[in-house]
C-alpha cells in the first residue's frame, strides 16, 4: 500500500474535510437548544459532534496524523469563520419592520467566553484523539481498530470536556455539578460512537480499498502547527 509518499488530496479526503466542517458547524447552532434524554440533560449538539469524532478516526487510520492535523485545523478555520460572521450579524441592528432579533441572538450571539472555550476544547479534544489513534495503531501493528477508536473517543471527548465545562460555565454552574457533567457528556459521545462502530469500520474498509493508503505514522512530528506536513 501507499505509505503516505503521495501528497496528493484524494476526492475522498475532500468529502469527508467538507463533511467534518458541516458538522461542526451544525453542532454549533444546535448547542443553543437543551434537550432530556431520560433523566440526562444536554445540548442538541451531541446529535451531530461525536461525528467529527468519527471522521478524526477515519482520517487517522487512513491517511495518517498529518492529514487528520489538516482536517482539524481546517475544520477551526471554518468553524471561526461562521462564528465570526454570525456574530457581525448580530450586531448589526435589525430592519425596522424584522422581529426575529431575540431568536437570532439566541443562535449567533455566542459570548466571547464560550467561544473561546469551544474553540480551545475542539483543538485539544481532537489532536488528542488523533494523537492516541495514531500512537495506538503503531503500537498495535495496525489490529484493534474498534478498541482503538473507541479509546481514543474516551480521551478525546475527555480532554474536550474537561477544558470546555470549567472555561465556559465556571462559576455559572455549581462547581460540585461540574464532574457528573464532564462523565454525562463523556460517556453518551463514547456510547454514540460505539453504536456507529460497524458503520465506521465499513466506511474504513472501504476508503483503504479506493484509495490504497493505509498510512502508519513512523517518525512523524506531532507538534500540532505543522500543517505543511502531509
Request: proline share 4%.
Amino acid at each position: 500500500m501507499n505509505h503516505n509518499k503521495d501528497q496528493r488530496i484524494s476526492v475522498l479526503f475532500m468529502l469527508y474535510g467538507i463533511l467534518f466542517c458541516v458538522c461542526l458547524i451544525t453542532a454549533n447552532v444546535l448547542e443553543t437548544k437543551q434537550i432530556s434524554l431520560g433523566p440526562a440533560n444536554m445540548t442538541a449538539g451531541l446529535i451531530v459532534f461525536p461525528v467529527s469524532y468519527i471522521i478524526n478516526d477515519v482520517v487517522c487510520e487512513v491517511w495518517g496524523y498529518g492529514r487528520t492535523r489538516l482536517l482539524i485545523w481546517m475544520g477551526f478555520a471554518m468553524n471561526f469563520l461562521f462564528v465570526a460572521f454570525g456574530a457581525i450579524a448580530d450586531w448589526i441592528p435589525g430592519a425596522p419592520y424584522w422581529h426575529g432579533e431575540e431568536g437570532f441572538h439566541q443562535i449567533f450571539g455566542l459570548a466571547p467566553r464560550i467561544a473561546g472555550a469551544s474553540f480551545l476544547a475542539f483543538l485539544a479534544g481532537s489532536f488528542m484523539n488523533a494523537y492516541v489513534m495514531s500512537r495506538m495503531k503503531l503500537s498495535s501493528a495496525g489490529k484493534n481498530f474498534s478498541r482503538r477508536a473507541v479509546l481514543s473517543t474516551i480521551f478525546g471527548e475527555l480532554t474536550d470536556s474537561v477544558i470546555f465545562f470549567p472555561l465556559a460555565l465556571g462559576g455559572v454552574i455549581p462547581w460540585e455539578e461540574m464532574p457528573s457533567l464532564v462523565i454525562t457528556q463523556v460517556t453518551l459521545k463514547t456510547l454514540y460512537e460505539i453504536l456507529v462502530l460497524p458503520v465506521t469500520i465499513r466506511v474504513v474498509k472501504f476508503t483503504k480499498l479506493h484509495d490504497n493508503e493505509d498510512v502508519f505514522d513512523k517518525d512523524i512530528a506531532y507538534n500540532i502547527f505543522k500543517v505543511n506536513e502531509l
